[in-house]
T-cell receptor, first 117, second 112 residues
């Protein structure tokens, strides 16, 4: 499976500011995703990061609030803009890569724990 | 939209006990995945199921893909303290993008 490096691992930010989270994969992958996990909750998909085109956002998430870049097949960033305390969550990068054998192709980064004060 | 209903939401057990949790949906899926998440980490894949009726083991963990393709269960036998964490079922929709839908999670606590 792919190896994902996500950073920062955690941050405490002032409301009204923005934070950019980076996701680096050890090999080229077709699909990259960004998830949000609110305290004590499950994972909710924010968007699919598309290489060379605009990200595809899920219902309830908009580009102005969560701009995403994907300049190549191994790297993506998620920005949380104009933050408020409600944005305090864990943000996770995920990729899909099929290695041609059983075992699942979905891998997650270790997440970015964001606290907005 | 497609939803996965996972139960129980939490479990408090004694070390050595067996654990069982399940996920159900009104939609059918072609793949079921079970993940474990520990504090400060992202979910880690435990077992992947690709065929209705499939029963797969990974050490003390056993998972089955329901014959109706609408459910799956995960069993942990002879639990140990390192089994503590949150367990999630997940599945990609049959049609469309390869994004995952997640269950609500089962938080497992073990008393030594």
């Amino acid at each position: 499976s792919a190896v994902i490096s996500q950073k920062p691992s955690r941050d405490i930010c002032q409301r009204g500011t923005s934070l950019t989270i980076q996701c680096q994969v050890d090999s080229q992958v077709t699909m990259m995703f960004w998830y949000r996990q609110q305290p004590g909750q499950s994972l909710t998909l924010i968007a699919t990061a598309n290489q060379g085109s605009e990200a595809t956002y899920e219902s309830g998430f908009v580009i102005d609030k969560f701009p995403i870049s994907r300049p190549n097949l191994t790297f993506s960033t998620l920005t949380v803009s104009n933050m408020s305390p409600e944005d305090s969550s864990i943000y996770l990068c995920s990729v899909v890569r099929w290695d041609g054998h059983r075992g699942g192709g979905y891998t997650f980064g270790s997440g970015t724990r964001l606290t907005v004060v | 939209g497609q939803q996965l209903n996972q139960s129980p939401q939490s479990m408090f057990i004694q070390e050595g006990e067996d654990v069982s949790m399940n996920c159900t949906s009104s939609s059918i899926f072609n793949t079921w995945l079970w993940y474990k998440q520990e504090p400060g980490e992202g979910p880690v894949l435990l077992i992947a199921l690709y065929k209705a009726g499939e029963l797969t083991s990974n050490g003390r963990l056993t998972a089955q893909f329901g014959i109706t393709r609408k459910d799956s269960f995960l069993n942990i036998s002879a639990s140990i303290p390192s089994d503590v964490g949150i367990y999630f079922c997940a599945a990609p929709p049959v049609q469309g993008a390869q994004k995952l839908v997640f269950g609500q999670g089962t938080r497992l606590t073990i008393n030594p």
